[in-house]
């Protein structure tokens, strides 16, 4: 029987691994300040001054983003609104989630 107890912990390690995980505010943080992330034909750089650059085949944006309670907020001028997305992690791949399933995955270009 321990045997049988044991199996079922050891298989049930890798399957949690790759879950996806809720992010903390601070662990969004240390995910994206200085980094860069890589999505579909498009890449954004996290400045640790809030400043923030998406830049999409080529065509340059700049913008802010800043981190409130456990969700990423990003900003885009002329727009001076706020959207604010909670955050998941599995390994090494970051998704932004917005209600009504609005997802968006990236993985680190840097």
Not at 26 to 51: H, K, M, N, V, W
């Amino acid at each position: 029987m321990r045997r049988f107890a044991l199996i079922l912990v050891l298989l049930a390690g890798p399957v949690a691994a790759e879950q996806w995980m809720p992010m903390t505010g601070d662990e969004i943080r240390t995910a994206l300040t200085g980094r860069t992330l890589a999505y579909p034909d498009t890449t954004q750089d996290f400045r640790d001054s809030g400043r923030t650059l998406y830049i999409h085949k080529g065509r340059e944006s700049w913008g802010y983003w800043r981190v409130e309670g456990d969700a990423y907020c990003s900003q885009w001028p002329p727009n001076d609104l706020w959207a604010c997305y909670g955050m998941d992690r599995r390994g090494d791949i970051l998704r932004f989630v917005r209600e009504r399933d609005d997802i968006t995955e990236a993985t680190y270009a840097d």
